[in-house]
């Protein structure tokens, strides 16, 4: 890559309106495949490296950028290009997991008695098999019940303190705009 890549040609310096096309859609780049893809976000990317520079380069010399609309179209063309991308991955991954997003897991308590998300994972032995993490599982020893206590007492107080805290500003907002529809 040169660095000549981030100026405009010479035969177009100077001109205050330069001839562009439209922003991809949606629908064309479906009909793309990935390599086509990769391919167009480079040339985009660079494109819109060769935009922010002229665009610094108009502001230093105090001049209007010409034809400034070609930036929005480049930005509109990528984030067709990125939902596009995201789309394919959504269905590979439906595909191999049968799930739309991630992995798939379910809510666990620990031995404290808080609940956190766990993916699924591969175990070399079932769990309906394995007698050892059956007789683990779910078992809370009885000096564990004071931190659990302790534990909700401190998850309760920050939820108090957030929702004292959200109630103040729109207090203060209502106070600050009386006739602002603040909810």
Not at 73 to 91: P, Y
Request: net charge positive; charged share 40%; proline share 4%.
């Amino acid at each position: 890559m040169d660095w000549r890549n981030f100026f405009e040609d010479e035969e177009k310096r100077g001109e205050q309106v330069i001839k562009h096309g439209r922003a991809w859609s949606i629908e064309e780049l479906r009909l793309k495949d990935n390599a086509d893809l990769h391919k167009l976000w480079y040339i985009l990317l660079k494109e819109r490296n060769l935009l922010f520079t002229l665009d610094e380069e108009c502001e230093r010399l105090d001049k209007i950028m010409p034809s400034p609309e070609r930036l929005e179209k480049v930005d509109d063309s990528m984030n067709a290009l990125e939902r596009v991308i995201k789309e394919r991955n959504t269905a590979v991954n439906e595909l191999e997991t049968g799930y739309k997003r991630g992995k798939p897991g379910r809510w666990i308590a620990s031995p404290l008695g808080y609940r956190r998300y766990a993916h699924a994972r591969e175990h070399y032995v079932p769990l309906h098999v394995n007698k050892k993490i059956a007789r683990k599982r779910n078992f809370y020893y009885p000096w564990t019940q004071a931190y659990k206590m302790i534990y909700l007492e401190q998850a309760l107080k920050t939820f108090k303190r957030e929702a004292t805290r959200e109630r103040n500003r729109i207090r203060k907002l209502k106070k600050r705009f009386p006739d602002a529809d603040i909810d």
